[in-house]
């Protein structure tokens, strides 16, 4: 099937390891002019490398001042695909208000800022994609990441409220919400939740294997070929939407 973008201008934030490669891997499948943005330098070049081609750029999501002039250095784009990193672990109660402040900037606040430095070009142009990455933990928390479902519960709200104000401009903006994928930062997570409990992580693990349907933890390039649909042209009728590839996990209707 062809998606209908090839020559497209796509950023990926987060698109040097896990979730955010794969599906920069995706795009540049699908022929779109790629580029990708994190903050480790050695990952980033590493992975513009394996994506022939890519654009570069290093990229400190915590630091709101630097924003304008990085979508200034990308210049004007068609996708934008927001995936940030997770906080330090940890629950919900007696968390310094600090860190809370920092995760926001970091996880919620750049995402904010940096879609409205890229949208005004794509409403111009009539054709935009804002896919943004949350985890289940939005709408099912995981007890070890209180920050982390507060605040992505927070980018699906928000990501809903923009698709009714850039629908007509030919913009769509989708939330992808991936259960628990074979990555670095759920490997990090099941350690957390084995110390947390006093078990193995292999306990961990099975846990989490019986509570999804499917019966594993997902592959990095099933969230990603989701995502090359959503940004895709054909797409253009699926906006405001969350789209679960979580092995059915989430259970709720």
Sequence with gaps: MDLGIAGRRALVLGGNRGMGLAIAKALHAEG????????????????????????????????????????????AI????????????????????????????????????????????????GWGRILTLVSTGAVQPIPVLGISNTLR???????????????????????????????????????????????AVEEIERRSWQQIPVGRYGRAEEVAAMAA?????IASYVTGSVLRVDGGYVRHV
């Design 32 to 75: 779109a002019e790629l580029a990708i943005a994190a903050r480790d330098e050695a990952a980033l070049i590493a992975a513009a490398r394996e994506l022939r081609g890519a654009r570069a750029f290093r990229l400190d999501l915590g630091d709101a001042q630097a924003l304008p002039g990085f979508a200034g250095e990308v210049g």
């Design 78 to 125: 068609d996708i934008l695909v927001n995936n940030t990193g997770g906080p330090p672990y940890g629950g919900a109660i007696g968390r310094e208000l600090a860190a809370w402040e920092e995760s926001f900037r970091a996880m919620m606040l750049s995402v904010i800022g940096l879609t409205d430095l890229f949208l005004p070009a794509m409403r111009r142009a």
């Design 153 to 199: 519960a927070g980018l699906i709200a928000w990501s809903k409220s923009l698709a009714a104000d850039v629908a007509r401009d030919g913009v769509t903006a989708n939330v992808l919400m991936p259960g628990r994928i074979a990555t670095e930062r759920v490997r990090l997570t099941d350690i957390a939740a084995a110390e947390r409990e006093g078990v």
């Design 229 to 233: 649909f959503a940004c895709s042209d």
